[in-house]
């Protein structure tokens, strides 16, 4: 079946990763190994949680700030428009975080989805709400991500799950995978494969 529209994470997928979440884990007091933060926060008290946020937030705007974008990411977005293929966005990050990632990089996201807008990957909540935005089917939909979550995510939608191989613990993760690439300039060569 061809696909029509391409979902990215945007931390680590479209920039390259900044997020040290070890750090962020210790600054609201909990262990190094604890777990994914956003789960983390849901089991706070609304004090502890309020005070996670602020940490969170901060580190988000430095993320936003200190941006750079993975080779081959403004390339890919470019040569995906020219075909036709939507382009969405989801992320774990709030979704101002994203569209100002991509005013900065002066990308263009056709849709947006963050945290505020459902349950947070790896729930299918974000990749069927781009599905129905974009009028295409999962199975249409390539979502092309660095983490496990990702890839858990679009295997729940129905969607075809890539990773993005670009760190020492992708091999941990690549069983999930439909497609495993080193650089996100290999997507066009997997939608017009598809499309073939």
């Not at 390339?75 to 969405?88: D, Y």
């Not at 990632?101 to 990308?107: A, D, F, I, Q």
């Amino acid at each position: 079946m061809p696909i029509k529209a391409v979902i990215f994470d945007l931390d680590g997928t479209i920039t390259r990763p900044y997020f040290d979440f070890d750090a962020i884990r210790e600054e609201m007091h909990l262990a190094r190994d604890a777990g994914p933060v956003l789960e983390l926060m849901e089991k706070m008290t609304p004090q502890e949680r309020r005070c996670a946020e602020k940490i969170l937030q901060l580190h988000e705007e430095r993320a936003v700030t200190e941006s750079t974008l993975n080779p081959g990411a403004r390339e890919t977005l470019e040569t995906l428009r020219r075909g036709g293929i939507r382009i969405g966005i989801l992320t774990r990050n709030r979704r101002s975080n994203a569209l100002a990632v991509g005013k900065k990089h002066g990308l263009k996201f056709d849709a947006v989805v963050g945290r505020e807008e459902g349950p947070a990957k790896p729930d299918a909540f974000g990749v069927l709400w781009l599905c129905r935005q974009f009028d295409v089917q999962p199975e249409e939909v390539l979502v092309v991500g660095d983490y496990l979550f990702d890839l858990l995510c679009a295997r729940a939608a129905g969607a075809v799950a890539v990773l993005l191989a670009n760190h020492h613990r992708a091999s941990e993760f690549a069983e999930h995978a439909d497609f495993v690439i080193e650089n996100i300039s290999e997507i066009p060569h997997i939608v017009q494969g598809n499309r073939d």
